[in-house]
């Protein structure tokens, strides 16, 4: 199975950048399917970005957020652009339950969350 730990977040203001990481422990890497997901205290964890067979982000980021991977360094990237009040969240990544699991938006297709981590995008 594959864990993963999360770095990259931080305070930013209004229209700044920044890039998560997503380091995998585990050789089998490669052969899951990878998503980033947010979440606020009290709300739902929101899904944002999977790269798998396909790769695709949420509507609400399309444009702006771009995942990608880099499987000789067992590592994902979340790039962010264009930051807005509004994506403030914990970020998480997580690979997929399975190796056969298709690109998802739905958190219950994927286990082994790392711990987060946080984005703060001040106005």
């Known amino acids: 199975q594959v864990q993963l730990v999360e770095s990259g977040g931080g305070l930013v203001q209004a229209g700044d950048s920044l890039r998560l990481s997503c380091v995998a422990s585990?050789?089998?890497?490669?052969?899951?399917?990878l998503a980033w997901f947010r979440q606020n205290p009290g709300k739902e964890r929101e899904f944002v970005g999977v790269?798998?067979?396909?790769?695709g982000v949420a509507n609400s980021v399309k444009g702006r957020f771009t995942i990608s991977r880099d499987n000789a360094k067992a590592t994902v990237y979340l790039k962010m652009n264009s930051l807005k009040p509004e994506v403030t969240a914990v970020y998480y990544c997580a690979p997929s339950s399975t190796i056969t699991t298709a690109p998802t938006n739905s958190s219950t297709d994927y286990a082994n969350w790392g711990q987060g981590t946080p984005v703060t995008v001040s106005s």
């Open positions: 790269i798998g067979k396909s790769t």
């Open positions: 585990g050789d089998t890497f490669r052969r899951y399917t």
